[in-house]
C-alpha cells in the first residue's frame, strides 16, 4: 500500500509538471522576494504594481528578450511590464514543493478514505455474509416444512376422499333404513287393514248365525205334547 502510495504522488507530480511545461504562455515569479511591474519596458516607467511576490502566476501577453522585458498581466487583471529575469516557465521550488505537499496531504486523505472504505466494505461483505448463511439455513428449513407439509397434504387428501366415502356409504344406510321404515308402516297399515276386515267379517257372520239360528230349532210333535 506504502509503495502503491509513493507512485501515485509521484505520477501527480509529474503530471503536473508536464501540465507546467505545456503551457508555454504562464509565467511565474521566481525566488526572489518581490519584483515590481512597471507601465513599460524600463526602470523609468511607472511602477503599476511594487512587489509581485514569488511564485505568483501571470500571464504572458509579449515578450521582448532584445530589451529584457516581457508584459504580463495578473491574475487580478493588471497588466504591465517586468523583467524577464525573474520569469520562469515553470512554478518556483516553493510553489511546486507547496503543490506537491498540497497534493501529498490530499492523497493521504485519499488513502485514509480509501481505507476506511475498504474496512466498511469488509464489515458490510461479513454481515451479508452471516445474513446469507442464515437465509441458507432458513431456505433449509422451509424446503424441510414444505416437504412435511406435501406429505400431510397428500395424507389430507387420502383421508377426504375415505371420509367422503363414508359419507356416502352412511348417506345410502340412511335412505335404505328410511325404505325399510317405509315398507314396515306399509306392511303393517295392511296386516291392520286385514285384521280389520277379519273382524267386520266375523261380527257380520255371528249376526247372520244369530238371525237364522232359531229356524233351526226342532218342532215338538202333538202327540208328545198331548202325552
Known sequence: ??????????????LAASH?????????????????????QGNEFRILHRGLPSGT??????DSPDTGWAQVRTPGGEEGWVRRQYLEAEPVAKLKLAQ??????????????LGGEVRRLEESNSKLTTALKAEQERAKTLAKELKEL?????????LNQRHQKLLNQHELLKQKQAMNQAEIQRLSSSETQKWYM?????????????????????????????N
Open 1 to 14: 500500500m506504502k509503495k502503491l502510495f509513493n507512485t501515485l504522488a509521484a505520477s501527480m507530480i509529474a
Open 20 to 40: 507546467s511545461q505545456a503551457i508555454s504562455s504562464e509565467r511565474y515569479i521566481t525566488d526572489e522576494l518581490h519584483v515590481p511591474m512597471r507601465s513599460g
Open 57 to 62: 502566476k501571470l500571464t504572458l501577453l509579449q
Open 100 to 113: 506537491a505537499e498540497a497534493r501529498l496531504e490530499h492523497i493521504e486523505s485519499l488513502q485514509g478514505n
Open 150 to 158: 406435501k406429505s400431510l397434504s397428500s395424507d389430507a387428501v387420502a
Open 198 to 226: 277379519y273382524g267386520a267379517i266375523s261380527v257380520l257372520m255371528g249376526a247372520i248365525l244369530a238371525m237364522i239360528a232359531p229356524h233351526f230349532r226342532p218342532r215338538k210333535r202333538n202327540s208328545e205334547w198331548a
